[in-house]
């Protein structure tokens, strides 16, 4: 079609220029990644995190609260033939509330792995963190596996 052939049922787009014709689509400059979730809430409270700085002795020096300062989710839906990362420091952040957004479809078996970073201060301390460390969490060795939503 040259520039100034029209067809009928030819619609200009608004903002000029673009013919819109039923059943046209218009091509994206980005893939559509279709996305779903797991559940997995990394805590403060969580025995391994509370065990984890009794062993650094963080408790005995008065740096008693503990926060997690990052996460990084590790997955695979192949046996760990293809390794994926989500982090919380990613732009968007795909962490919410526990939920972590896979590019998966829905209903896709999952296995993974959490790190965190963990980092300490006594609860009168508004300077930031004293103590810092790092965390796997990954069933023992054996790691988790969920079916995303």
């Known amino acids: 079609m040259n520039t100034t052939e ?13 013919l819109l014709r039923p059943g046209y689509v218009r091509p994206s400059s980005a893939p559509i990644i279709r996305t779903s979730r797991i559940h997995f809430d990394v805590n403060p409270t969580l025995p391994e995190v509370v065990a984890f700085a009794e062993a650094q002795g963080w408790r005995a020096r008065g740096f008693t609260a503990v926060s997690i300062a990052w996460q990084e989710l590790h997955w695979t839906s192949d046996g760990w033939a293809t390794v ?3 982090a919380s420091t990613d732009v968007p952040c795909p962490i ?8 998966a479809k829905p209903g896709t078996p999952v296995e993974f ?9 006594a609860p009168q301390d508004t300077a930031g963190a004293r103590e810092t460390g790092e965390l796997w969490f990954n069933n023992a ?8 939503t």
């Open 6 to 18: 029209h067809r009928m049922g030819d619609e200009a787009v608004a903002g000029g220029g673009e």
């Open 141 to 148: 060795g054996s790691n988790y596996a969920q079916v995303t």
């Open 84 to 86: 994926n990362k989500v």
């Open 96 to 103: 919410t509330g526990g939920w972590f957004s896979l590019q």
């Open 113 to 121: 792995a959490v790190r965190v970073g963990l980092q300490c201060r």
